[in-house]
């Protein structure tokens, strides 16, 4: 329990100045926890014992990619394993966004079965913020929503089987969802197929 409330306190002040890109601007930290509670939760295939690096890695997955912590500082203070599954869940900002969206179809595949688990629970954090006006973020269309539900798909397909709840529960999302926007109704994945 400490220890993932050290890492809960450490990713807080990282993304400290951060807000979420809705409408409410909530603080960026929701996200994380948020992750890391879908791992915890009963619907994911890690209940009721979700080993506490995952759960550490979901806090922290944003941290290198989106503050000002360095891969050692989060060594130093987390060490190597959740160190490496942060790192596996972390973009290179050094590629334009079309290039970072690829690559996390193209690497998820090759994960490690413990950042699969973090990034099937970012996804659906994302995509369940996607579905309410609330959680979006300001201004998107309904084409870009879509856009980012098919593109999600393919990200989450290669990771889906080493947690069967949060696969499962992505699945129904993908098949079932619909969302509000411009007072119309909208399926979250247009054109579906399993």
């Known amino acids: 329990m400490s220890q993932l409330l050290e890492a809960a306190h450490f990713a807080a002040v990282a993304h400290n100045q951060q807000r979420r890109k ?7 930290i929701q996200h994380p926890l948020h992750v890391a509670l879908l791992l915890a ?20 997955h944003d941290t290198v990619e ?8 989060l060594e130093d203070k987390f060490g190597a394993q959740v160190t490496r599954i942060v790192m596996e869940c972390s973009d290179d900002k050094h590629l334009n966004k079309a290039q970072r ?3 996390q179809i193209d690497s998820a595949p090759h994960k490690s079965d413990a950042a699969k688990h973090v990034k099937l629970a970012d996804k659906l954090s994302n995509l369940r913020d996607l579905m309410s006006p609330e959680g979006r973020p300001a201004g998107w269309s309904f084409t870009r929503i879509q856009e980012y539900f098919v593109w999600a798909k393919r990200v989450t397909d290669a ?18 969802g619909t969302f509000e926007h411009g007072g119309k109704t909208y399926r979250c994945h247009p054109s579906y197929s399993a």
């Open 66 to 73: 989106d503050t000002e912590v360095t891969v050692k500082d």
């Open 101 to 103: 969206k690829q690559a």
């Open 159 to 176: 990771c889906r089987d080493v947690n069967p709840g949060l696969g499962d529960e992505l699945e129904k999302i993908y098949r079932e």
């Open 22 to 28: 809705s409408a409410a601007q909530p603080a960026y």
């Open 41 to 60: 939760s009963p619907e994911s295939s890690l209940y009721p014992d979700p080993p506490v690096e995952i759960l550490q890695a979901a806090v922290l």
